[in-house]
């Protein structure tokens, strides 16, 4: 077995050649086009203030050169001028949340005018510049209109309706907003009133225009002049009710009037100024300079396909023992029983998937997930006749915990909902919601008394965002109503996966890890709170004592908790502890010695074109020589494909673990020709489990890299996510990563840019690559992969794309100009929807037994529709812009987002939708082949067919390059010879 000390040093000598390897180049650009800008006119009518790229810019009136007046890591958007025209308002972003702030028309620091834990945005400064309104999430879950005093900084509340894109009328005696008039509680839609309100200084609100017969405005035009409504929507810019643009992209921010029949806006990239009476538009050039500071350097990765013995870091989903002598818990894809001072045992010993144990109070028996009988079930097994009892038939099962009396296993339906099974018949009678709501939560735990289970939920801010915090939520089970509870106010109390909150057998204490912190905090026996969480585990910080997974022992006197290095044990009420060493290890087999694939043709990935029937001669899992046939190469394994078409293993850079999946998760990839499987967002020890699992054999699967939890902001949307709060644990997240050794890092985007530059330093000085789903600033300081064309945004709208799904020459320029890699997920937003409604061979493909039954269902039904053209209509602009980013040499690599997309297909129509945007098919296959493994940092050993690359090959029945479909067509599967 490896020791740490051992693997540390390999670790910091990585580190240490990945400094001195560590450079920085420059790339200077020139924008003349801006996608989904906002812009403003100065009163004086000399400047325009843009927010191109979340930072804002001058140019004089008429056009010309930008001048950027913001900080770089400070976003700013939405500018409004100050009445002197001396200076600008904008919503900005530093500190995880958005404030309003003021800053000089020449530049300089800004002022915060708003500031906490709210969003504030889209200001407009009042005319007589004593005030500025703007949108928050201030009030009860709802975003509505406030304002503050400039002077003062002091804020109130406007109007109580929802809305937002607030704007002053002429004489300041009313606020125009958007609404959508949602009317949650009545008895009928059609009582709903959207469109554009306003309200006066008296709080008096009144309907200005109902959305029915115009589209559903995304922001009034605003301005000094007193003129006809005006709004901006998706279907253009309407003037008194009266569309006045045909086919322009027109951004969803406000328009401006300059004067009664002059209106100033946004669209096709540009600024325009357009003329109501005569219909004359002019556009407004400009140019801006940006500077990118890109990083070169050799990617570091683990060793693969390695037969030395290797730590196992993979364990998941701890459960002490009622009594504290034991602990429970999944490695290597099996369950596993640790007694304490001992060594570890396996309980299942098989390549089925267990998942979450958890004891009965009686310490007789361990309920489990897995998926040994096809479905994700609960199973029970009994320590006493060592036998297995499967529990549940319905699938979608994780997250049991008993009752307090063992009669009783609650656990999680499909992530979204909890449902009951009672094992032994007693007084108790539940009434309990099985069917879940839209987001995910977290795994169940009972009060003391039976009368209700918690379990962590997400309490978005607002109705209009997504954003939120991890809170308790507890279901009664008298009657099933549902309770809230605040156990760590501002911040996020557990993360929906493994890390709480947990209530104590005795009831008067709730568990959790926050920020890296474990954290205790006393409740009553409703679960609501009685004091402030304590800080349980004030040693544990960062790298290898980072707290995860509490587990109380059955007294309540002790919490048990995992680490990268192992169990700790510590007294519930605070203290160093005491460590539970843990010797695991695993290996991996060695590959065969020699095999020669005789193969009809060879794509090997390098040329554009197949070779002739040809022989790979693999020794020992490497490709030592690929030549034409020779009978005399046919010595030992000899795989005979000489009727198939052999290309390199594809690769698939952007998917999600789905543990619904148990087993066939590693088996589906496989079934369509996909060998190494990129998780950007994943629990880390759930992605080292399986990493683990398939590379010491224990289950089939490709590759598989994966990034961890994403490091984020304070407000979160997935399960799992990384809370960002301070620098200071931000350092002691990054340990942590590196303790794990993930493969690279993703970020999230509700990171501020500040820390996600710190993170593109620490992780570039230790040669691992970092991805996001933002592009600017992140592609300036140095991120190496953007997620997705649209991709969910911070903004509440898309700032890579416009109205129409269109996206102008600084996104194109900054993608293909940068080197940075994009992975467009054409797929999600409507590209297997378009390819595979109508296709009928969905209906005879014998891998959809792979799939759950919800997702065969999903396709069979498509494959038996016929072909829609407004499917393909609505997939087009994503397909032009792919084209306009390869086409300015921009570097592509593929990946779906799977599961929103079923696993494996969806890989070979992203692939499909590329050769529609115009990349030939030995194009497409190379962001699954060659462009992938480079992105990895594997260039030299896969992506191609060569000698001394690994033998992960795919066998076709049909020429890919003929056409891309037949790369459908998977006949078999080589992983690593």
Same mark, same amino acid.
């Given at each position: 077995?490896?020791?740490?000390?051992?693997?540390?040093?390999?670790?910091?000598?990585?580190?240490?050649?990945?400094?001195?390897?560590?450079?920085?180049?420059?790339i @200077?650009?020139?924008?003349?086009?801006?996608?989904?800008?906002?812009a403003?006119a100065?009163?004086?009518?000399?400047?325009?203030?843009?927010?191109?790229?979340?930072?804002?810019?001058v140019l004089?009136?008429?056009?010309?050169?930008?001048?950027?007046?913001?900080?770089d890591?400070?976003?700013?958007?939405?500018?409004?001028?100050?009445?002197?025209?001396e200076?600008?308002?904008?919503?900005?972003?530093?500190?995880?949340?958005?404030? %309003?702030?003021?800053?000089?028309?020449?530049?300089?620091?800004?002022k915060?005018v708003?500031? $906490?834990?709210?969003?504030?945005?889209?200001?407009?400064?009042?005319?007589?510049?004593?005030?500025?309104?703007?949108?928050?999430?201030?009030?009860?879950?709802?975003?509505?209109?406030?304002q503050?005093?400039?002077?003062t900084?002091e804020?109130?509340q406007?109007?109580?309706?929802?809305?937002?894109?607030?704007?002053?009328?002429p004489?300041?005696?009313?606020?125009?907003?958007?609404?959508?008039?949602?009317?949650?509680?009545?008895?009928?839609?059609?009582?709903?009133?959207?469109?554009?309100?306003?309200?006066?200084?008296?709080?008096?609100?009144?309907?200005?225009?109902?959305?029915?017969?115009?589209p559903?405005p995304?922001?009034?035009?605003?301005?000094?002049?007193?003129?006809?409504?005006?709004?901006?929507?998706?279907d253009?810019?309407y003037?008194?009710?009266?569309?006045?643009?045909?086919?322009?992209?027109? !951004?969803?921010?406000?328009?401006?009037?300059?004067?009664?029949?002059?209106?100033?806006?946004?669209?096709?990239?540009?600024?325009?100024?357009?003329s109501?009476?005569?219909?004359? #538009?002019?556009?407004?050039?400009?140019?801006?300079?940006?500077?990118?500071?890109?990083?070169?350097?050799? %990617?570091?990765?683990?060793?693969?396909?390695?037969?030395?013995?290797?730590?196992?870091?993979?364990?998941?989903?701890?459960?002490?023992?009622?009594? +504290?002598?034991?602990?429970?818990?999944?490695?290597?894809?099996?369950?596993?029983?640790?007694?304490?001072? $001992?060594?570890?045992?396996?309980?299942?010993?098989?390549?089925? #998937?267990?998942?979450?144990?958890?004891?009965?109070?009686?310490g007789?028996?361990?309920?489990?997930?897995?998926?040994?009988?096809?479905?994700?079930?609960?199973? &029970?097994?009994? !320590?006493?006749? @060592?036998?297995?009892?499967?529990?549940?038939?319905?699938?979608?099962?994780s997250?049991p915990?008993?009752?307090?009396?063992?009669?009783?296993?609650?656990?999680? #339906?499909?992530?979204?909902?909890?449902?009951?099974?009672?094992?032994?018949?007693?007084?108790?009678?539940f009434?309990?919601?099985?069917?879940?709501?839209?987001?995910?939560?977290?795994?169940?735990?009972?009060?003391?008394?039976?009368?209700a289970?918690a379990? +962590?939920?997400?309490?978005?801010?607002? @109705?209009? !965002?997504?954003?939120?915090?991890?809170?308790?939520?507890?279901?009664?089970l008298? @009657?099933?109503?549902?309770? *809230?509870?605040?156990?760590?106010?501002?911040?996020?109390?557990?993360?929906?996966?493994?890390?709480?909150?947990?209530?104590?057998?005795?009831?008067?204490?709730?568990?959790?890890?926050?920020? $890296?912190r474990?954290?205790?905090?006393?409740?009553?026996?409703?679960?609501?709170?009685?004091?402030?969480?304590?800080?349980?585990?004030?040693?544990?910080?960062?790298?290898?004592?980072?707290?995860?997974?509490?587990?109380?022992?059955g007294?309540?006197?002790?919490?048990?908790?995992?680490?990268? *290095?192992?169990?700790?044990?510590?007294p519930?009420? +605070?203290?160093?502890?005491?460590?539970i060493?843990?010797?695991?290890?695993?290996?991996?087999?060695?590959?065969?010695?020699?095999?020669?694939?005789?193969?009809?043709?060879?794509?090997?990935? &390098?040329?554009?074109?197949?070779?002739?029937?040809?022989?790979?001669?693999?020794?020992?899992?490497?490709?030592?020589?690929?030549?034409?046939?020779?009978?005399?190469?046919?010595a030992?394994?000899?795989?005979?494909?000489?009727?198939?078409?052999?290309?390199? $293993?594809?690769v698939e850079?952007?998917?999600?673990?789905?543990?619904?999946?148990?087993?066939?998760?590693?088996?589906?990839?496989?079934?369509y020709?996909?060998? *190494?499987?990129?998780?950007?967002?994943?629990?880390?020890y759930?992605?080292?489990e399986?990493?683990?699992?398939?590379?010491?054999?224990?289950?089939?699967?490709?590759?598989?890299?994966?990034?961890?939890?994403?490091?984020?902001?304070?407000?979160?949307?997935?399960?799992?996510?990384?809370?960002?709060?301070?620098d200071?644990?931000?350092?002691?997240?990054?340990?942590?990563?590196?303790?794990?050794?993930?493969? !690279?890092?993703t970020?999230?985007v509700?990171?501020?840019?500040?820390?996600?530059?710190?993170?593109?330093?620490?992780?570039?000085?230790?040669?691992?690559?970092?991805?996001?789903?933002?592009?600017?600033?992140? &592609?300036?300081?140095?991120?190496?992969?953007?997620a997705?064309?649209?991709?969910?945004?911070r903004?509440?709208?898309?700032?890579?794309?416009?109205?129409?799904?269109?996206?102008?020459?600084?996104?194109?320029?900054?993608?293909?100009?940068?080197?940075?890699?994009?992975?467009?997920?054409?797929?999600?937003?409507?590209?297997f929807?378009?390819?595979?409604?109508?296709?009928?061979?969905?209906?005879?493909?014998?891998?959809?037994?792979?799939?759950?039954?919800?997702v065969?269902l999903?396709?069979?039904?498509?494959?038996?529709?016929?072909?829609?053209?407004?499917?393909?209509?609505?997939?087009?602009?994503?397909e032009?812009?792919?084209?306009?980013?390869?086409?300015?040499?921009?570097t592509?690599?593929?990946?779906t987002?799977?599961?929103?997309?079923?696993?494996?297909?969806?890989?070979?129509?992203e692939?499909?939708?590329?050769?529609?945007?115009?990349?030939?098919?030995?194009?497409?296959l190379?962001?699954?082949?060659?462009?992938?493994?480079?992105?990895?940092?594997?260039?030299?050993?896969?992506?191609?067919?060569?000698?001394g690359?690994?033998?992960?090959l795919?066998?076709?029945?049909?020429?890919?390059l003929?056409?891309?479909?037949?790369?459908?067509?998977?006949?078999?599967?080589?992983k690593?010879?």
């Amino acid at each position: 077995m490896i020791g740490r000390p051992v693997l540390c040093v390999a670790l910091a000598c990585a580190a240490l050649h990945a400094q001195d390897a560590y450079t920085t180049r420059t790339i @200077n650009l020139t924008l003349t086009e801006g996608t989904s800008m906002a812009a403003a006119a100065s009163p004086d009518g000399r400047w325009i203030a843009i927010d191109l790229l979340g930072s804002l810019w001058v140019l004089p009136f008429r056009g010309g050169e930008a001048k950027r007046i913001t900080p770089d890591l400070v976003e700013a958007r939405q500018p409004t001028w100050s009445p002197d025209s001396e200076a600008i308002a904008f919503q900005g972003y530093d500190d995880g949340t958005w404030h %309003i702030y003021l800053i000089s028309r020449e530049g300089g620091e800004p002022k915060r005018v708003t500031s $906490g834990m709210f969003d504030d945005r889209e200001p407009d400064w009042s005319h007589d510049g004593q005030r500025i309104v703007f949108s928050s999430d201030r009030a009860g879950g709802v975003s509505t209109i406030w304002q503050a005093i400039v002077a003062t900084g002091e804020v109130g509340q406007v109007s109580t309706r929802e809305g937002w894109m607030p704007c002053w009328s002429p004489n300041d005696q009313d606020v125009l907003f958007v609404s959508p008039d949602r009317r949650a509680f009545t008895a009928s839609a059609d009582a709903s009133m959207p469109g554009l309100y306003a309200v006066d200084t008296q709080r008096r609100e009144r309907l200005v225009l109902l959305a029915k017969d115009v589209p559903m405005p995304s922001a009034p035009a605003c301005g000094r002049s007193s003129a006809q409504v005006a709004f901006a929507s998706p279907d253009g810019l309407y003037v008194a009710g009266q569309p006045v643009t045909k086919t322009e992209d027109v !951004f969803p921010f406000r328009p401006q009037w300059l004067r009664r029949n002059e209106i100033l806006y946004t669209a096709d990239g540009r600024i325009k100024r357009r003329s109501i009476d005569t219909e004359t #538009v002019v556009d407004i050039p400009f140019r801006a300079s940006v500077k990118l500071q890109r990083s070169t350097y050799t %990617i570091a990765h683990r060793p693969l396909d390695t037969t030395e013995p290797q730590r196992v870091t993979g364990i998941v989903s701890p459960a002490v023992a009622p009594n +504290g002598r034991s602990i429970a818990f999944v490695a290597m894809g099996d369950l596993w029983i640790l007694p304490l001072g $001992g060594v570890p045992v396996r309980v299942t010993d098989d390549s089925f #998937v267990e998942l979450d144990p958890a004891w009965a109070p009686d310490g007789s028996k361990i309920a489990f997930a897995s998926d040994r009988e096809g479905r994700m079930d609960l199973w &029970v097994h009994d !320590f006493k006749t @060592n036998e297995d009892a499967q529990i549940t038939r319905d699938g979608g099962v994780s997250g049991p915990a008993w009752s307090p009396d063992g009669a009783h296993i609650a656990y999680l #339906v499909d992530g979204r909902g909890v449902a009951i099974v009672t094992v032994r018949r007693d007084e108790h009678q539940f009434q309990v919601t099985k069917g879940g709501g839209s987001n995910e939560i977290g795994r169940p735990s009972w009060a003391p008394d039976h009368r209700a289970v918690a379990f +962590g939920a997400l309490f978005p801010y607002s @109705n209009r !965002f997504r954003e939120g915090l991890n809170q308790l939520l507890l279901e009664h089970l008298d @009657n099933g109503a549902m309770f *809230s509870s605040l156990l760590f106010p501002d911040h996020s109390a557990g993360d929906r996966q493994h890390n709480g909150p947990v209530w104590s057998p005795d009831g008067f204490h709730m568990a959790f890890v926050s920020e $890296g912190r474990l954290l205790s905090v006393p409740v009553d026996a409703n679960g609501a709170v009685t004091g402030p969480p304590d800080d349980i585990a004030p040693d544990a910080r960062g790298g290898e004592d980072t707290p995860e997974s509490p587990s109380w022992e059955g007294d309540s006197r002790h919490i048990v908790y995992l680490t990268p *290095s192992g169990f700790k044990r510590i007294p519930a009420d +605070g203290g160093t502890g005491d460590r539970i060493p843990i010797q695991m290890s695993w290996k991996g087999s060695p590959p065969p010695s020699r095999v020669v694939v005789h193969a009809g043709h060879v794509l090997d990935g &390098v040329f554009e074109g197949l070779r002739d029937e040809s022989d790979i001669l693999i020794e020992n899992g490497i490709i030592t020589e690929l030549s034409a046939h020779r009978d005399e190469l046919h010595a030992g394994a000899v795989v005979d494909a000489s009727s198939e078409t052999v290309m390199p $293993g594809l690769v698939e850079m952007h998917a999600h673990l789905s543990r619904e999946y148990g087993g066939s998760f590693g088996r589906v990839w496989l079934a369509y020709g996909i060998t *190494s499987l990129r998780i950007p967002a994943i629990n880390a020890y759930d992605g080292l489990e399986l990493r683990e699992s398939i590379e010491a054999g224990r289950r089939p699967g490709p590759r598989v890299f994966i990034a961890g939890e994403p490091f984020d902001g304070a407000r979160i949307y997935y399960p799992g996510g990384v809370s960002i709060t301070s620098d200071e644990q931000l350092e002691h997240a990054l340990e942590r990563a590196t303790a794990l050794g993930l493969d !690279f890092f993703t970020t999230g985007v509700r990171l501020p840019d500040r820390v996600r530059k710190r993170i593109v330093e620490y992780a570039h000085a230790r040669a691992l690559p970092v991805a996001s789903h933002e592009l600017f600033p992140a &592609v300036a300081f140095g991120i190496d992969g953007v997620a997705q064309l649209v991709g969910v945004s911070r903004r509440g709208y898309a700032p890579r794309l416009g109205t129409e799904k269109l996206a102008y020459k600084d996104v194109v320029d900054l993608i293909a100009k940068s080197g940075v890699t994009l992975t467009p997920t054409i797929g999600i937003h409507g590209g297997f929807l378009a390819r595979e409604t109508g296709d009928r061979d969905l209906l005879t493909d014998k891998r959809l037994a792979l799939f759950p039954r919800s997702v065969v269902l999903m396709l069979a039904d498509l494959g038996s529709k016929r072909p829609d053209a407004r499917l393909d209509a609505a997939v087009k602009p994503y397909e032009t812009i792919l084209k306009s980013i390869v086409t300015a040499g921009g570097t592509i690599i593929a990946g779906t987002d799977a599961p929103i997309v079923p696993y494996g297909l969806s890989l070979h129509v992203e692939l499909e939708e590329y050769v529609r945007a115009g990349m030939t098919p030995f194009q497409a296959l190379q962001t699954a082949t060659v462009n992938a493994a480079r992105a990895l940092g594997l260039g030299d050993e896969l992506g191609t067919i060569e000698p001394g690359k690994r033998a992960d090959l795919t066998f076709l029945g049909s020429d890919p390059l003929q056409d891309i479909r037949n790369t459908r067509d998977v006949r078999r599967v080589m992983k690593g010879g």
